[in-house]
């Protein structure tokens, strides 16, 4: 007999996940590194095995941190709002190529234009995991001091660019 | 005055699905003739004014009605025809009034084709779909309506985005709704048999077709949309496992071993209660489906309007629809019998393990599009699960699915002697054996492994698909046999197995190779420089600008070599929509039987050079050319002649014994 009640107590575990979801929305992670200082990170450079870039390069100047992939689909979509913001020059933005494989990453670059200052080469995903990658792309902001201020999940967008990066960009800038 | 119109009929179509709801339902049960007289009717009331009010919203765009608030957000003046119609579908809104037209479709359907069966079990199937029909429609009428006016009106609307404007993408969700509701009238099924407490082979019966019938359409759906991702996202891929591609992917899994399922049932009696499980479960996916894509709980490329408000509604219905179909399956099975026994070693089992794969496939891919939810939700952190983990899980399982679908048909009901078994299926193993080694030994490498793998995999399917054939022709010989047994009743559904199973086998070589042997390369080019990439010459023309009717477009020209000769002028172009302003690439394509030659244009990098990405794609058409098979054996099957002949239907003891006599005549 309680056999028979399996699949509904699959399907009611399957609910409340489905219920507490909805009050979690995906865009609107309340990151908890919000304030806090960048994590430290020392990774390969995308462009060039043989050099690093580490959290101390970022530091000292606000900046934008974007984590993307080849194999994101939402990353491709926001390329062109990265690219309008890269030619803004109002502010440098670092790149974290997250589980991704070197050869595509660069070519990626060549084909659809670069935004990024630097990228940092984060294969395995371990730098990701400490950053609360929540699926790419999301896009940090992070003040001269290294601190984060600003974390957008999702594409970016013309939008949210105008609206939200540049501004609090601005501000952090002549504030720090 | 017609929006008005088109809301008011909405409402009647409501009121209506209301009626066909409670009355019939009510009817079948304290046995009134009268209310369960009322089902057909009232269907055909709720198709008509779900029609009307859909007609109005067509007519909103048609002449740019821009007071309406759906209109004015997605539709334009300067769109073409074509996609001022498709734009009614092209959002969240118009999407749902286009499935409720579909649902209330497929509900006048079954009333049209069901004069066969009893009243009270057509009484309930309507019914069901009209509990369904509610849903969508107080979802659209309370939190979603279409015809939501506003002031003041503008003068031109925001336009439908331009990676909509294609015909591929035109088409691709009505075939999808097809697909999704279709699946509604086997859970509309399994409900009406749960609540007669009727699990039989009359019921699979019934069930057989519509099942098969909403399949294939939900096989178009998927193949179209994986096209349209090829040709128009200007990047080669043709699947992602982004969440709502899953959600299309999943219940069609379920369905697939639905439709297996309900052959056993149909013609052994066994799996009852298996079987009405998967037909309760395979519509859910489909609900969850929606769910995931318009509630916003997940992030993903195909993004509806996402909304919290919205998501609880859905899940509250979801709760209703599938909550409630369960508690019913967990009361009525125990009271069903569990029907013909068979061996340990039978087809029976073989066909169990195929739906034991597929049902796994789909709760892996349920549990990776949820993961990153489980994950927050537990506060566990946050995962992103991606493309390789999804490709690893499809590459592990794929394989046994293969191996059992060449096992399968030639497997005896009842009982099967394995020894007997593997004396028939020694040269096919031979054959697969023989070709995957053959193709893997010159080039030891990775990707010559697995095509050696997909191609044995393949050779193992043709031909235990022709063991098959020839056995089934034991006495039929020769050509003559062959064209007499095609004509025969029951030949559908075999010839139909025979060539979906084949597109399965064009279909895994398809991905294979052109996952292992696809050559990519990202070039800067000059106007009339040329190139070599994969035995092809490449010359590049320049690129010029084009009007086009509602967009600008930047049109590359690139002349294709082969051994001196012209195979191909491709005319790739990066294409600037006036309204929305967004840059859209459209890949210029060289399609082929073995191969696609596919460019498209990068950025202009000044003094006419562009970058281009140039690909040479062995085999990719086979991925849709066996999705095309596949839908093809679906619809042979469907149109098996014995689902028609009249008086089957009514009787159908007698026909389960025929048809139990036929199969054991078959397979013996």
């Known amino acids: 007999m309680a056999r028979y009640l399996v699949p509904l107590g699959i399907f009611l575990v399957l609910v409340a996940f489905l219920y507490r979801g909805l009050s979690l929305d995906p865009k609107l992670v309340p990151s908890p590194l919000v304030g806090k200082p960048m994590p430290a990170f020392t990774l390969t450079r995308l462009q060039d095995p043989n050099t690093t870039i580490s959290d101390t390069d970022i530091k000292g100047k606000v900046a934008v941190l974007n984590i993307w992939a080849t194999w994101c689909v939402s990353c491709r979509a926001e390329h062109g709002a990265l690219l309008e913001l890269a030619k803004t020059g109002k502010v440098d933005i670092y790149g974290l190529n997250y589980k991704d494989e070197r050869a595509a990453a660069q070519q990626w670059l060549?084909?659809?234009?670069?935004?990024?200052?630097?990228?940092?080469?984060?294969?395995?995903?371990?730098?990701?995991?400490?950053?609360?990658?929540?699926?790419?792309?999301?896009?940090?902001?992070?003040?001269?001091?290294?601190?984060?201020?600003?974390?957008?999940?999702?594409?970016?967008?013309?939008?949210?660019?105008?609206?939200?990066?540049?501004?609090?960009?601005?501000?952090?800038?002549?504030?720090? | 005055m017609i929006p008005e119109l088109g809301n008011f009929a909405l409402i009647l179509a409501l009121c209506l699905s209301l009626v066909l709801a409670i009355f019939p339902m009510v009817g079948s049960l304290n046995n009134t003739p009268g209310w369960m007289a009322m089902a057909r009717p009232a269907a055909w009331g709720q198709f008509f004014f779900t029609a009307l009010s859909f007609a109005c919203l067509v007519n909103a765009f048609l002449t740019n009605d821009f007071s309406v608030h759906y209109v004015a957000l997605h539709g334009n003046t300067q769109l073409p025809i074509i996609y001022k119609i498709s734009a009614v579908w092209g959002a969240h809104e118009g999407s749902l009034l286009l499935w409720a037209l579909i649902l209330s479709g497929w509900t006048v359907a079954v009333s049209r084709l069901s004069r066969k069966l009893p009243i009270e079990v057509v009484a309930r199937v309507l019914s069901v779909m009209g509990m369904v029909a509610i849903g969508f429609m107080s979802f659209m009428l309370f939190t979603s309506n279409p015809f939501d006016r506003r002031f003041p009106v503008p003068l031109e609307g925001g336009d439908l985005n331009p990676l909509l404007q294609d015909f591929g993408l035109a088409i691709h969700p009505p075939m999808l709704y097809m697909g999704y509701v279709g699946l509604s009238v086997a859970f509309s099924f399994a409900i009406a048999a749960l609540i007669?407490?009727?699990?039989?082979?009359?019921?699979?019966?019934?069930?057989?077709?519509?099942?098969?019938?909403?399949?294939?359409?939900?096989?178009?759906?998927?193949?179209?949309?994986?096209?349209?991702?090829?040709?128009?996202?200007?990047?080669?891929?043709?699947?992602?496992?982004?969440?709502?591609?899953?959600?299309?992917?999943?219940?069609?899994?379920?369905?697939?071993?639905?439709?297996?399922?309900?052959?056993?049932?149909?013609?052994?009696?066994?799996?009852?209660?298996?079987?009405?499980?998967?037909?309760?479960?395979?519509?859910?996916?489909?609900?969850?489906?929606?769910?995931?894509?318009?509630?916003?709980?997940?992030?993903?490329?195909?993004?509806?309007?996402?909304?919290?408000?919205?998501?609880?509604?859905?899940?509250?219905?979801?709760?209703?629809?599938?909550?409630?179909?369960?508690?019913l399956y967990a009361w009525r099975a125990p009271a069903v019998s569990s029907g013909g026994g068979f061996d340990l070693f039978s087809r029976e089992t073989l066909l169990l393990g195929n739906n034991l794969l597929l049902i796994v496939i789909t709760a892996f891919i349920l549990l990776g599009t949820l993961a990153p939810l489980i994950y927050d939700a537990m506060g566990w952190g946050k995962i992103s699960v991606g493309f390789p983990w999804f490709s690893a899980m499809f590459v592990i399982f794929t394989p046994f699915l293969a191996l059992l679908m060449g096992i399968g048909p030639l497997a005896r009901w009842k009982?099967?002697?394995?020894?007997?078994?593997?004396?028939?299926?020694?040269?096919?193993?031979?054959?697969?054996?023989?070709?995957?080694?053959?193709?893997?030994?010159?080039?030891?490498?990775?990707?010559?492994?697995?095509?050696?793998?997909?191609?044995?995999?393949?050779?193992?399917?043709?031909?235990?698909?022709?063991?098959?054939?020839?056995?089934?022709?034991?006495?039929?010989?020769?050509?003559?046999?062959?064209?007499?047994?095609?004509?025969?009743?029951?030949?559908?559904?075999?010839?139909?197995?025979?060539?979906?199973?084949?597109?399965?086998?064009?279909?895994?070589?398809?991905?294979?190779?052109?996952?292992?042997?696809?050559?990519?390369?990202?070039?800067?080019?000059?106007?009339?420089?040329?190139?070599?990439?994969?035995?092809?010459?490449?010359?590049?023309?320049g690129v010029e600008v084009v009007p086009g009717p509602n967009y600008s477009a930047h049109q590359g020209s690139i002349r294709v070599y082969k051994d001196g000769d012209e195979v191909a002028l491709l005319q790739p172009q990066k294409r600037t929509y006036l309204v929305q302003t967004k840059p859209m690439t459209e890949a210029g394509i060289d399609a082929g039987f073995t191969r696609d030659i596919y460019v498209s244009l990068g950025e202009a990098l000044g003094g006419g050079d562009w970058s281009l990405r140039l690909y040479y794609k062995p085999f990719v058409r086979w991925i849709w050319l066996g999705g095309i098979l596949i839908a093809i054996g679906g619809l042979l099957a469907a149109s098996d002649r014995r689902y028609r002949i009249k008086d089957l239907a009514t009787e159908p003891a007698a026909t389960t014994a025929a048809a139990r006599k036929l199969a054991s005549a078959r397979s013996s």
């Open chain 1, 110 to 176: 060549r084909q659809l234009g670069d935004p990024y200052v630097a990228n940092a080469f984060d294969d395995t995903g371990r730098v990701g995991i400490d950053w609360g990658v929540y699926g790419a792309p999301e896009t940090f902001v992070i003040d001269s001091q290294g601190i984060i201020r600003h974390k957008h999940v999702g594409p970016l967008t013309a939008e949210v660019i105008n609206e939200q990066i540049l501004p609090l960009v601005a501000k952090l800038q002549t504030s720090p």
């Open chain 2, 415 to 541: 009982r099967q002697d394995p020894a007997d078994l593997a004396r028939q299926l020694r040269i096919a193993l031979l054959l697969s054996l023989g070709a995957g080694i053959l193709l893997a030994l010159p080039l030891l490498h990775e990707g010559s492994l697995s095509a050696g793998l997909a191609v044995a995999l393949s050779v193992w399917l043709v031909s235990t698909q022709f063991l098959s054939l020839r056995q089934r022709l034991k006495y039929r010989k020769g050509l003559t046999g062959l064209l007499r047994d095609l004509g025969s009743r029951g030949s559908g559904s075999y010839y139909g197995m025979l060539v979906a199973h084949f597109g399965i086998a064009v279909f895994i070589i398809g991905i294979t190779f052109v996952t292992q042997f696809d050559v990519e390369k990202d070039v800067r080019m000059s106007p009339g420089q040329s190139l070599e990439l994969a035995g092809h010459t490449f010359t590049f023309e």
């Open chain 2, 196 to 327: 007669g407490g009727k699990l039989d082979a009359a019921w699979a019966r019934w069930s057989r077709p519509w099942t098969t019938v909403a399949w294939v359409f939900l096989t178009i759906g998927i193949t179209l949309g994986s096209w349209w991702a090829y040709y128009e996202l200007g990047w080669g891929g043709w699947w992602f496992w982004d969440p709502v591609e899953n959600a299309s992917f999943m219940p069609w899994l379920a369905a697939t071993a639905l439709i297996h399922s309900l052959a056993v049932t149909e013609k052994r009696g066994a799996f009852k209660r298996w079987t009405v499980l998967l037909a309760l479960l395979a519509f859910s996916l489909s609900l969850l489906g929606t769910f995931l894509v318009r509630s916003g709980v997940l992030t993903s490329v195909h993004s509806f309007a996402a909304d919290p408000a919205r998501g609880l509604f859905i899940l509250i219905f979801l709760c209703i629809v599938i909550g409630g179909s369960l508690a």
